[in-house]
């Protein structure tokens, strides 16, 4: 006999109160894609999302939080597609399958872009248990796949695996994409592929 106890369900207020915070989330990631951190407002978040500024601080009592929310979803979202991978593939073409996600989500004004010097941005992020975990998921995934394709002869084994990551890390804020596509020379599968193949030239084993 199965003795377990079914959750019980989401009240309508509950639900509402979780599809609220979702619009929110999904309005800060656009505004921080298309202006900024520096430049985006809580007057801006609450009116794109229709309510009043005094709602919004009962999700999210400030900035700081509602971009560190917004950062939460995108690692969700980065952790969703590396799970979707082929586990038996091979470990440098997953590591290039996540760089050009992660380009094609910051051409298409889905990645949020913040300051790299703000300590209270900073503060928030790192007293997030959220984020924190899910940062740290992707980068021993990352990290894994890095030593693999450096044991493999595919990445250069002269480069510390702590040093690929971050340069693969910041494809997602790369301003050449921005810079390429303000162009208009080129279409997005273009810049990424080009900027993919500049950036794994520079990493390959020799």
């Not at 999904?26 to 505004?31: H, K, Y």
């Not at 229709?50 to 929310?69: N, R, T, V």
């Not at 051409?107 to 900073?122: I, T, V």
Request: neutral net charge; glycine residues 4%; hydrophobic residues 50%.
């Amino acid at each position: 006999m199965n003795s377990a106890v079914a959750a019980p369900k989401p009240s309508f207020k509950e639900q509402m109160l979780v599809a609220r915070e979702e619009a929110i989330v999904q309005a800060v990631n656009r505004l921080l894609a298309e202006k900024g951190f520096e430049a985006m407002t809580v007057d801006e978040v609450a009116a794109a999302v229709g309510i009043a500024k005094a709602s919004l601080y009962k999700h999210f009592p400030s900035k700081e939080d509602l971009a560190a929310a917004a950062m939460v979803r995108v690692m969700k979202r980065t952790q969703d597609f590396m799970a979707a991978l082929p586990a038996d593939g091979d470990a440098l073409d997953k590591l290039k399958a996540v760089v050009r996600w992660a380009m094609e989500v910051q051409l298409a004004g889905e990645m949020p872009s913040l300051p790299h010097q703000s300590s209270s941005l900073r503060t928030t992020l790192m007293a997030n248990r959220a984020y924190i975990d899910r940062l740290m998921g992707v980068s021993d995934t990352l990290g894994g796949w890095i030593k693999a394709a450096q044991a493999n002869g595919t990445l250069s084994s002269k480069l510390p695996a702590i040093a690929v990551l971050y340069t693969l890390f910041a494809r997602a804020c790369d301003p050449v994409l921005e810079f390429l596509k303000a162009g208009d020379a080129y279409t997005d599968a273009q810049i990424v592929e080009m900027v993919l193949e500049s950036c794994f030239a520079g990493l390959a084993a020799r």
